[in-house]
């Protein structure tokens, strides 16, 4: 782990903090930054290895969650009229609880909440089916987040974070995904670090991740102690990367390098 660091504020010195707006120009999936096997993985369906949580989603979807209780499908009949479009407009503002929610943490509070069943960990699989089996049905629709009186404060917060300087590399997500994208970073082309194709499965680690776990990966990665998952700086952060990253289309389940 240390050479690669090395290698790192190597090629980051003289990385400018200053940064002001979005990303110049229309916002640009990682998508685009990956090789045409890569894209190509993502693009079928049957070689997707994140295919597997969808197809794990639609068993958790009829299954019952208490003895004899009810299935999410009990309610939500029809998941590809009833969700689609959802995932594209998480985090928001709850009109129930009036409280800002992740896709995540709507999900778990249906189960918890709604069906009085354990709530399930973050990234576990049961989570990650679910969130990704809520997000292809919003495959291809465009990134939709509210900016509202509301959400404004989470939308600040989270830029706030994304610009912070942090860690033993002393360095923000800004300067990787801001003043570098494009740019080459060891085996990877770095991406202006959107959201948009979450949950993935991401060669690297071998496995399935949410956004929360990108974010863990690139604070641990700029040694830096992550936020807690379902804290309010991740969804500080997912809000502000949603609006940041307003208009790209969906690609859950999506494939990273
Ligand atoms: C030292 C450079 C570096 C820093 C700093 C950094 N990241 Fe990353 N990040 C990466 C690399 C490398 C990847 C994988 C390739 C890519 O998509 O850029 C990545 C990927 C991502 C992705 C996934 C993009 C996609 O299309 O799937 C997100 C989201 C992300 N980072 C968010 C963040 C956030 C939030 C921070 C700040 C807490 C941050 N990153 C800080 C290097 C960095
Ligand atoms: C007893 C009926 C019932 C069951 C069972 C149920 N839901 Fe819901 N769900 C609702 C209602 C009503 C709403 C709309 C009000 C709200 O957002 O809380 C909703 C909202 C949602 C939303 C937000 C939709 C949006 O437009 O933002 C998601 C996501 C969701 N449910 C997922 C699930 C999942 C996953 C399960 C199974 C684990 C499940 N629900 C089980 C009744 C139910």
Redesign the pocket.
């Known amino acids: 782990m240390m050479k690669p660091l090395l290698i790192l504020v190597g090629f980051l010195s003289g990385a400018v903090a200053a940064w002001a707006g979005p990303p110049d120009g229309p916002p640009v999936s990682g998508y685009q930054m990956m090789t045409p096997e890569t894209q190509q993985l993502q693009d079928d369906d049957f070689l997707n290895p994140a295919m597997f949580l969808v197809d794990r989603g639609i068993t958790?979807?009829g299954r019952e969650?208490t003895q004899g209780g009810?299935?999410?499908q009990?309610?939500?009949s029809d998941i590809a009229s009833d969700?689609a479009g959802?995932a594209a407009?998480?985090p928001?503002i709850?009109?129930?609880s009036g409280q800002m929610v992740s896709?995540e943490g709507?999900?778990i509070s249906?189960?918890a909440g709604?069906?009085g069943a354990p709530a399930p960990d973050y990234e576990s699989e049961d989570l990650l089916a679910?969130t990704a089996l809520?997000g292809f049905q919003s495959r291809g629709m465009p990134m939709n987040v509210a900016v509202t009186p509301d959400s404004g404060p989470w939308i600040a917060k989270g830029k706030e974070i994304f610009e912070t300087r942090r860690g033993q590399l002393n360095l923000s997500c800004a300067n990787c995904h801001q003043d570098h994208w494009g740019e080459k970073l060891r085996g990877d082309t770095l991406s202006q670090g959107h959201i948009n194709a979450f949950p993935v499965y991401r060669l690297t680690w071998s496995d399935f991740g949410s956004r929360q776990r990108m974010f863990t990966w690139c604070m641990e990665s700029i040694r830096s102690e992550p936020y807690a998952y379902g804290s309010e700086e991740f969804l500080a952060m997912e809000t502000y990367l949603a609006v940041r990253g307003a208009g790209l289309p969906i690609e859950t389940p999506g494939v990273r390098r």
């Open positions: 958790l979807w969650w009810a299935t999410c009990s309610c939500h969700m959802v407009r998480y928001r709850d009109p129930v896709l709507k999900i249906e189960i709604r069906l679910l809520i």
